[in-house]
Structure formats: C-alpha cells, structure tokens
C-alpha cells in the first residue's frame, strides 16, 4: 500500500524566514513518482514539481527547492525568504509506475501562514 | 484560456437527495478525476475515467456515481447513500497519451473546486 505522511499539519512564519515542509511515503514500488501541489484559498490545486523515484538530484526553483532522499523516503519542500503570497495548503502526492491515469495518493496537507 | 471548470461552487443539499456537481475540461485530456477533500485528511479519489465510456472506482466511491459521455465532461452524483457528503470535491484531467509516462503526462490540472454541505 501507498502511503505519504505530512507531519506538519500547520506551520506559521514571518515573512522572509526561510520554511522547510516535510514529507515522507511509504510504497513498495521501485518505481514511482512524487509531487508537490500547492492549494491557495481560491481552492485549486497548483502542480509546483515532480519527481521519479530514479532521479535523486536536488531541483532549486526560484526560491523554491526540494530535496529528494530515496533512503529516508523523504521529499521535503523549503521556500526561501518567504513572502506572504506563499500563504497556503501544500500537498505532497505520490503516484506508482502504472501506465495510463494517474492515481495520486496525497498526504493531509500542511497549512503555512507567511505573516507581514 | 484552457482550463477545468467546476460548477457550482458552492452546493447545498437536503438530507436525502441527489446531487450533480458538474466538471468541464477544454484541455483535450483523456483522463478525468474526482477528489473529495476533507480538513485534515488531504484529497482521496473517488471515481477516474480513462476514456469516454469507461470509469473505474477510487478508493472512495461507495455513495457516489459518475458518467463520461464526452470527452470534455465528467460530473460527479453525490446520491443520497453517501453518509457525510460534507466536503470539498475536485476535479481533474491529465494527458495520459504517453502512456503516463511522459513530463507531459504527468501533472493533473485541477479545477477550483464545489463546496457541497448538506442542511
């Protein structure tokens, strides 16, 4: 069974300090894909980025990385110098390696509050 | 501007009836999704459909019925089976032409949501 924990269920910071969201999964497959969506209180959801299971480089994004670590089955999220436009609800997913649609399993979200 | 549209955004329900939510894409995807979002539990998925004609159970289906007769359209029943139908449902289409393989493939884009609470 497929399984991504957010431990964080809700993180508040002031702006510019620079925040780290975890993420770990669980999943007995070789390979697999993990996301991160970001959820504004318009309500959609927002790809950021994704990542299979054999590309273990870290990615930088603005002020956007992550850091992949297949050993500790982990892909946490950190936002440097936040801003209060940040302000939201972030999904780690993770989906398998079956072809065709793509049946995300989402962890509980992290809420983070970026204050002026 | 291509895109999901969900509709309405928000839906009120008496105890015992039926409800559409109704789910939009101009995106030419194959592959449409329901989620249900409730506080603290993240998106679980209800129903997804690969093809026109053809669906298939998520992992919370019971209490819930979809159609896809076109390709662009994927509404949601909320019957009056579903026990707590309180919650955030959305939708989402991907590209799965590659396979679901490809980059391309492999983000689903989302709709803004319908909020249903039942009075």
């Known amino acids: 069974a497929q399984k991504v924990t957010q431990a964080q269920t809700e993180i508040s910071v002031v702006e510019k300090e620079d925040v780290t969201l975890d993420c770990v999964y669980e999943?007995?497959?070789?390979?697999?894909?993990l996301f991160w969506y970001k959820q504004p209180p318009s309500g959609e959801l927002v790809f950021l980025i994704r990542?299979?299971?054999?590309?273990?480089q870290n990615e930088i994004s603005g002020r956007y990385s992550w850091n992949f670590q297949k050993s500790t089955s982990s892909f946490n999220f950190t936002i440097t110098a936040s801003q209060v436009v940040d302000s939201a609800v972030y999904f780690c997913?993770?989906?398998?390696?079956?072809?065709?649609?793509?049946?995300?399993?989402f962890g509980q979200g992290t809420r983070l509050t970026i204050n002026p | 501007d291509g895109g999901i549209t969900q509709s309405p955004k928000y839906l009120f329900r008496k105890e015992g009836q039926n409800v559409t939510l109704s789910c939009e894409q101009n995106?030419?995807?194959?592959?449409m999704y329901w989620y249900r979002q409730d506080p603290g539990q993240g998106l679980r998925l209800i129903y997804y459909?690969?093809?026109?004609?053809?669906?298939q159970k998520g992992d919370i289906a019971e209490g819930y019925s979809v159609s896809r007769e076109k390709k662009e359209s994927f509404p949601l029943t909320v019957t009056s089976a579903q026990k707590n139908p309180t919650a955030f449902y959305l939708c989402?289409?991907?590209?799965?032409?590659?396979?679901?393989?490809?980059?391309?493939?492999?983000?689903?884009?989302f709709g803004q949501g319908t909020r249903l609470t039942v009075v």
């Open positions: 989402a289409s991907s590209d799965v032409r590659g396979g679901g393989m490809r980059p391309s493939d492999t983000e689903a884009f």
């Open positions: 999943t007995r497959d070789t390979t697999y894909y």
């Open positions: 990542r299979n299971s054999f590309d273990e």
């Open positions: 997913a993770l989906r398998g390696p079956q072809q065709g649609a793509q049946k995300l399993v």
């Open positions: 995106l030419n995807h194959d592959a």
């Open positions: 459909s690969q093809i026109v004609n053809d669906f």
